[in-house]
């Protein structure tokens, strides 16, 4: 983009054809890309936008002496190669200059503070003067350049070490490092390692401490990305990991963090190379979502701590190592997808009981090596997809259930039977728990206060609704029975032996969705006209059912709820007048024993 027009009549905003401006042009909103090799900003603006010029390719931006404010982003990734800042500019903002083709920068007395990243990735800059003005530095505000030459004042709050460290003069923040060395020792008093001190180092491979470590915390994208990193010492005060801290870095050690730990953040050590890991935390601990996710060398997990535990979403997520976990008391909140897609065949819980309550929402999903598995005698609901796609072939369901979550056991393949008891509290059986299980075949007999089974259906107690008929049933003739109003929502999904389903007149009231999809050799089926609702793919995949369905109500607004259903409506046509033996034009693809005289109501 090389120009930028703003209607005269617009109330808000001006433009010179190249650049925004507020109306009373006293703030500078973007620029245009491609506008020639120099811009001058108009004398009247005394703040720079947020961004305003990303990605510009002109090599010289000329400032006015009234800016006051320069916000961040404001000429990241740009092309300039030289800059004046003001002289009453007090803050250089977040990644300001970050990316850009700066040689050298003056930076004036006035300025307290040069936020993080703000000169980041400026791979040709060589020279930097710092004021003693400068009070605070956010981490990796400088590239990490060998050649930059840092002149900062006697009186600054800053120090760069012999390995070109940039310390706080109080030695307790490490701001940044500009080292190519690949072992760093870092003064023990230092408390504060930045955000993105060193990130993206490519040389770095040890760090330790030159005496007993006072290290408390390091931020954000500290390490990240430091490829050759194998070696880091924690120290015994470590209280809090940042997000992305250690993210792709090899790391191939066995960690056991400090007794001191509170939390490890977002992303911390994700895709590392750690082989196990211990927590020993004295208080409650925080572990954020994806804090060890595809930590595939993680072959063992220890829970020591004293305090709480609490555990984000898809902390422990592909670890394809692990091979077995011990669920302690401790921990009281664990996210979803905790363990999924792990290597786990083992899951135990002390006391086989959990402190939060329920199997949170894909927990175990896609532990397909996981063939057995207890479920904790006080958990309360089994969330969504939470042993999906796990390789158990029974499950009994303790009586302190009360949910059955949506697809909680989902595509386990190798399943076969579930027992309920007559004593269950189970309340709700949500749609398609046994969705895909293909060799699901068994349902315990039993009569709780909610739910009753019968010939392996689960129907509600007053049966009125039937929820579940296992799809691996031999069953080729099932009849439902009298009363029931409701088939739910996948109730008959994937059954492949079912042939003939009898619906009994007078009480149906509607059919789910889904609700038959699947059954590939169902070739009868009986619509009373009691039925008023049939779900969305109802009968969707059902191939066979193309002349042995009674339909006893013809009206076209049924009709119409039929073809939503998935059935072939106009294959029926003949069906539903007459018998399909007396039609001359049919010819018959299905047994004799199948064939049956349909009267309209």
């Not at 650049?19 to 500078?28: C, F, G, P, V």
Request: overall charge neutral.
């Amino acid at each position: 983009m090389s120009s930028i027009y703003v209607d005269t009549l617009n109330e808000y905003f001006w433009s010179d054809d190249k650049a925004i401006y507020t109306k009373d042009k006293t703030t500078i909103v973007y620029c245009a890309s491609y506008i020639g090799d120099s811009y001058t900003i108009l004398p009247t603006v005394t703040k720079i936008n947020e961004g305003c010029f990303i990605n510009c390719k002109c090599t010289e931006i000329i400032i006015p002496t009234s800016i006051t404010e320069i916000q961040r982003y404001a000429f990241s990734n740009s092309k300039i190669t030289s800059i004046q800042i003001p002289p009453n500019v007090t803050v250089i903002p977040y990644a300001c200059f970050a990316g850009t083709n700066l040689q050298s920068v003056i930076i004036p007395n006035n300025v307290t503070s040069i936020e993080a990243s703000a000169f980041a990735s400026c791979n040709l800059l060589t020279y930097i003067c710092v004021p003693e003005s400068v009070d605070k530095l956010g981490g990796g505000c400088f590239p990490s350049n060998s050649n930059l030459v840092l002149n900062v004042s006697e009186k600054s709050e800053i120090n760069i070490d012999r390995q070109l460290l940039v310390i706080s003069k109080d030695n307790t923040s490490l701001i940044q490092s500009m080292s190519t060395i690949p072992n760093i020792v870092i003064p023990s008093k230092v408390k504060l390692i930045k955000l993105n001190a060193f990130f993206g180092n490519t040389n770095l491979e040890t760090v330790t401490f030159d005496g007993d470590s006072q290290f408390e915390k390091v931020e954000g994208s500290a390490f990240a990305d430091c490829k050759k990193l194998r070696m880091f010492e924690f120290g015994s005060k470590l209280q809090i990991i940042s997000n992305n801290a250690f993210k792709n870095c090899p790391l191939p050690i066995s960690i056991s963090f400090p007794s001191s730990l509170l939390k490890i953040d977002i992303n911390a050590f994700l895709n590392t190379k750690l082989t196990q890991i211990t927590f020993n935390s004295d208080s409650d601990l925080e572990i954020g979502d994806t804090a060890f996710a595809n930590c595939i060398m993680i072959d063992q997990i220890l829970f020591l701590n004293k305090g709480t535990i609490s555990l984000g979403t898809n902390c422990f997520g592909g670890l394809t190592k692990l091979k077995s976990i011990q669920i302690p008391r401790t921990i009281t909140t664990v996210g979803t997808s905790c363990f999924s897609g792990s290597a786990i065949d083992r899951v135990a819980f002390d006391q086989n009981q959990i402190s939060f309550s329920s199997l949170p929402a894909s927990i175990f999903k896609d532990c397909t090596y996981l063939t057995t598995f207890t479920i904790p005698s006080n958990c309360v609901s089994l969330g969504a997809e939470c042993l999906s796609k796990t390789g158990i072939t029974s499950i009994d369901i303790p009586d302190s259930v009360t949910i059955l979550g949506i697809q909680c056991f989902k595509d386990c393949s190798n399943l076969k039977s579930i027992v309920i008891r007559s004593t269950s509290n189970l309340e709700r059986i949500d749609v398609g728990v046994f969705e895909g299980c293909y060799k699901f075949s068994d349902v315990s007999s039993f009569d709780s206060p909610n739910f009753v089974s019968e010939s392996s259906a689960i129907y509600s107690h007053d049966k009125s609704h039937m929820y579940v008929y296992p799809p691996a049933s031999p069953r080729l003739y099932f009849s439902l029975l009298e009363g029931v109003e409701h088939i739910e929502s996948g109730a008959f999904s994937g059954c492949a032996n079912v042939q003939v389903i009898t619906i009994p007149d007078g009480h149906i009231k509607s059919i789910g969705e889904n609700a038959f999809r699947g059954c590939i050799n169902l070739r009868q089926i009986t619509l009373p006209s009691s039925i008023k609702s049939i779900g969305v793919g109802a009968f969707t995949n059902c191939p066979l059912l193309t002349c042995g369905i009674i339909i006893q109500n013809s009206t076209s607004s049924f009709i119409q709820i039929l073809k939503k259903s998935g059935l072939d409506v106009k294959s029926q046509f003949y069906c539903s007048r007459f018998s399909c033996r007396q039609n001359s034009i049919y010819s018959p693809s299905i047994p004799i024993s199948f064939f049956v005289v349909f009267i309209s109501i």
